[in-house]
């Protein structure tokens, strides 16, 4: 129990443009998934708490309006990328779940040209 | 910021030798405790978990062990495959997970 699909697993983008990240729950109703980013050799960031037909929730040092969530429906949330630079290329990550156990998605590499 | 650490960026161990991956974590209010296996891209997976009411749980192969009075906890990997290498993390939960640093289990042949 508990699937998360993430989609695409990879993107290249040219700078200035943006990037949308789909990650789905398949055999739950997630009210809250959460988006993860890794730069390389390094952990899992949070970024931020995407909740059900309300506003995400950032961690300190997060931008808002360059990455924005939406989270419409209890079975998909969305993180976009916004006029990305080189800088934001990385490896993004979903989780969402039960109050038993909260699951990953596969990650998408994004990379920034 | 970040509560949970971890000792060893790097173990290396030797094919069938058991593997013992630490970390240590700062909140002593911290109840629930993960390990996460992430092999290389892709995303964690849920390998064993530990509530603060316990010293111990044991799995396939893993066990996890907590030592509250120090704020330590370690996974211990018994005859460690290649099929094992990857990158270790803990990481604690509370209304969200907060990842460790993170580990790399290195199998010798």
């Known amino acids: 129990g508990a699937v998360v699909s993430q989609h695409p697993s990879w993107v290249i983008c040219k700078s200035g443009t943006s990037v949308k990240i789909e990650c789905r729950s398949l055999d739950f109703q997630a009210t809250t998934m959460f988006w993860y980013r890794q730069f390389p050799k390094q952990s899992l960031m949070l970024m931020a708490t995407s909740n059900e037909g309300s506003k995400a929730t950032y961690e300190q040092g997060v931008e808002k309006d360059k990455f924005l969530i939406n989270h419409a429906s209890l079975t998909l949330s969305t993180l976009t990328v916004t006029s990305a630079h080189p800088e934001d290329s990385s490896f993004y990550i979903c989780?969402?779940?039960?109050?038993?156990?909260?699951?990953f998605g596969s990650g998408t590499r994004l990379t920034v040209v | 910021g970040e509560s949970v650490g971890l000792h060893l960026p790097t173990l290396s161990v030797q094919e069938g030798d058991n593997s013992i991956i630490n970390c240590a974590y700062s909140?002593?209010?911290?109840?629930?405790f993960i390990w996460y296996k992430q092999e290389s891209g892709k995303g964690p997976q849920f390998i064993i978990d530990i509530r603060s009411n316990m010293d111990k749980r044991q799995g396939q192969r893993v066990t996890v062990l907590l030592n509250k009075t120090v704020k330590h906890l370690s996974l211990q990997i018994a005859a460690t495959q290649p099929g094992d290498s990857a990158v270790y993390f803990c990481?604690?939960?509370?209304?969200?997970?907060?990842f460790g640093k993170g580990t790399r289990l290195h199998i010798l042949p």
């Open positions: 909140n002593s209010a911290s109840d629930y």
């Open positions: 989780s969402g779940g039960t109050a038993d156990r909260y699951t």
């Open positions: 990481a604690e939960r509370d209304d969200k997970i907060i």
